[in-house]
């Protein structure tokens, strides 16, 4: 039998969609999300979320389909991501600074057959994009646009949502009820060292059971308004975000773009209590909290610094000089549902400069191999790669360790330190980029022979690459012509912020890069 309007708060939730729907019945009519003029109660939004899975039904998706969504963060995003879900599809979110090039290796390769999009965003037309890159993917033949003008190859989010009326509402809350904690919710594409990104398959019920735990360490509580600046195609956005805000009986206030003058007035004007986001978001706050007309931030009550590693100084700037009365910070990564561990809201930045990673949640066990890399395992662990048992093998262990690719240490009482990445990865403005992947994009540029990219410190945004380049021979190359190329086909935070054109790059006896001897060079000589 289908679950009635009441029934949904009789049992914890199974899955994200049917969160919605629990949210409606415990938190009614309190304000759920607000989004410019778009202001939705917990019931509203429930309601909206049924009516786009009785669309997705109506649209022939069924269970394990992909369904991509490639859009900044809206109140569409949420209902169009709660009807797929509901409908029982994988979610695909897409990284909104990709270039074509980009968002169609990962279309192609999770095989989503919906696609959800926007143009206009940025003055950027998605659609064409991938038309120019991609042509024969298989989502594009049914294309909804959330936002900006539809075309003959485009339907509009209210269209869609108008075809579902022909569906029953029961049928929608079947589907809803029928979904597991231990389906699939969602394929989250993350970068690797091979040079393209894995797509990462997460669990319904370790998402809901993840998240809770976070939100109680951080402090969210029902009443809450939580001004939502991570993107929602990354867990810190969607999962960390407006999930938790559902779970919590929080309003989430989602943001398309960090925008610092805006931020600061929302957090005036809507009274903003919880701030999650990146360290550059925070520096942006302090600066402005110093100028000599100041923004009113006295409601800001709980904060996260999150996706990158925080300075200590930082954490002690935002404490002495900003209204928060809990700060924390904390480690995870997608594959472990981007969860691991938390600082506690007492800990002391000294501490936590030193155990920067805090403490594991509860149900999750985190070890140090003898090469001192950082072991995760528990419920968070994911399924595994999409379609790649061997990646999927070599990364979790038969006993379920998670391999992280970290360096790190634990201390006597169970805190975590991470002190460096065995993986090749760094962190530029809270995303994670891949050195393999830029110099694979980057060799696309036919006047560039030969290419290695390291990640450098920077003040700003946390860590920016750096990449040495050689010239194809008898091709006059400069700098200036990299970057220009790159602006131009590679996603912004993709882009190295420092090239330098060299003759030869350092090898090893095999012919592998030394990048150790580029990292060491840039250290002696740093780049302006």
Not at 202 to 221: C, N, T
Not at 223 to 251: E, S
Request: charged residues 20%; glycine residues 10%; proline residues 6%.
């Amino acid at each position: 039998m289908a679950a009635g309007d009441d029934d949904w708060h009789d049992v914890d939730p199974a899955s994200i969609p049917a969160l919605a729907q629990w949210a409606a019945t415990t938190y009614g009519d309190a304000e759920a999300v607000v989004d410019g003029d778009t202001r939705l109660t917990f019931r509203e939004l429930a309601a909206y979320a049924r009516r786009a899975t009785r669309a997705a039904l109506a649209h022939g998706i069924a269970p394990g389909d992909r369904v991509a969504i490639w859009a900044p963060n809206s109140w569409e995003w949420i209902v169009a991501a709660l009807g797929a879900l509901g409908a029982g599809a994988w979610l695909v979110p897409i990284n909104t600074r990709f270039k074509g090039d980009e968002a169609a290796y990962v279309l192609q390769r999770a095989n989503v057959r919906t696609l959800f999009t926007v143009r206009g965003f940025l003055g950027t037309d998605y659609v064409a994009m991938l038309r120019a890159a991609a042509p024969q993917l298989r989502c594009l033949d049914h294309v909804v646009l959330v936002a900006g003008p539809p075309g003959d190859d485009t339907e509009s989010f209210g269209t869609f949502l108008a075809g579902g009326d022909t569906v029953d509402e029961d049928d929608a809350r079947t589907r809803i009820a029928a979904i597991a904690p231990g389906d699939i919710a969602d394929i989250i594409f993350t970068s690797g060292t091979t040079g393209r990104p894995k797509g990462v398959l997460l669990e319904h019920g370790a998402s809901l059971r993840a998240f809770d735990l976070w939100a109680q360490r951080f402090g969210l509580r029902a009443g809450d308004r939580y001004l939502i600046v991570n993107p929602f195609f990354h867990c810190f956005g969607y999962k960390a975000g407006w999930m938790a805000c559902l779970q919590q009986g929080a309003t989430a206030l989602p943001v398309a773009t960090l925008d610092v003058d805006r931020l600061l007035g929302m957090i005036e004007t809507e009274r903003i209590s919880a701030l999650p986001g990146p360290p550059t978001l925070f520096v942006s706050l302090l600066d402005a909290h110093a100028q000599p007309v100041a923004v009113d931030l006295s409601s800001l009550r709980i904060g996260f610094v999150g996706a990158s590693t925080v300075p200590p100084e930082l954490l002690r700037r935002i404490r002495t000089e900003l209204p928060f009365t809990s700060l924390t910070t904390g480690y995870g990564l997608t594959e472990s549902t981007a969860l691991v561990s938390i600082t506690r809201p007492d800990d002391d930045p000294g501490h936590i400069a030193h155990w920067n990673g805090g403490y594991p949640l509860d149900g999750i066990e985190v070890a140090i191999a003898d090469d001192d890399e950082i072991l995760v395992r528990g419920f968070n662990v994911m399924r595994g790669y999409l379609d790649d048992p061997d990646a999927t093998a070599a990364t979790i262990t038969s006993d379920g360790w998670l391999h992280t690719g970290d360096i790190g240490a634990l201390s006597e009482d169970g805190a975590l330190r991470i002190s460096d990445r065995k993986k090749d990865l760094y962190i530029s403005g809270g995303f994670n980029v891949s050195p393999a992947e830029v110099e694979n994009l980057l060799l696309g540029y036919d006047a560039i022979s030969q290419i290695a990219v390291v990640g450098v410190p920077d003040d700003r945004l946390g860590e920016v690459g750096a990449a040495f380049v050689v010239a194809r021979p008898g091709t006059i190359l400069t700098a200036d012509d990299v970057l220009t190329w790159a602006r131009e086909h590679v996603a912004n935070y993709k882009v190295p912020r420092h090239v330098e054109i060299v003759a030869e790059l350092p090898l090893n006896a095999s012919g592998k890069v030394l990048k150790t001897a580029l990292r060491d060079r840039l250290a002696t000589s740093p780049p302006e």
